[in-house]
């Protein structure tokens, strides 16, 4: 769990803008469009199993890998943890990552939680597989990724914690069992 607080603003929408930019343009313009890429990140307020299911279903049908960040609700600041959909020959592929920076000015990089996979993204904008780094790197390189997705972040919030740049916003509500 990693807390993204910017100092009230609302930490989602930044999140989903900063971290495919961080993987395919590290050194770019922290606005530029993102262009073609392989991966849709969303973030998802309460149960994993809800999200898992909705975004599990689109990236199957889609062929298109997503990550998910998750929150406990609305409010809080605190990024549980992230989920990785990626679509496979057997299946989908699914699993918590944490981003990870290896030094200053590399493209970010997912690293599986348990430590057995890695992902990057290519000039393409492809999510592929890649070595996972040595534990050594993997240990400061996570802890450089989230400090410099914060600093991305509150560099695409404005002073009175508005999100300028364009996003989607969806609510899905779970449905009534009652209703008829």
């Keep these: 769990m990693i807390d993204l607080n910017l100092g009230g603003a609302c930490p989602r929408r930044p999140l989903t803008y900063a971290l495919a930019r961080a993987m395919k343009y590290p050194n770019a313009p922290i606005d530029v469009p993102l262009g073609d890429c392989d991966l849709g990140v969303v973030a998802s307020n309460g149960s994993m199993a809800e999200g898992i299911e ?14 998910m960040a998750r929150f406990a609700d609305d ?17 989908i592929l699914i699993g918590t ?6 030094r200053p000015g590399a493209p970010m990089i997912l690293v599986s939680t348990d430590r057995t996979r890695a992902f990057e993204m290519t000039a393409a904008g492809q999510l592929v597989d890649r070595p996972v780094p040595r534990p050594a790197q993997v240990s ?7 400090d410099e997705l914060i600093r991305r972040m509150r560099l695409l ?6 999100f300028p740049h364009q996003s989607w916003e969806i609510h899905l509500m779970p449905l009534d069992a009652n209703a008829h």
């Design 140 to 146: 400061g390189g996570t802890a450089r990724a989230w």
């Design 75 to 91: 409010i809080t600041t605190e990024c549980r943890d992230l989920v990785l959909l990626r679509p496979v020959d057997e299946g």
């Design 54 to 67: 909705v975004l599990g279903d689109v990236a199957l049908r889609s062929g298109r890998s997503w990550l």
């Design 97 to 102: 990552v944490e981003p990870c920076l290896l």
């Design 157 to 162: 919030t404005t002073a009175s914690g508005q």
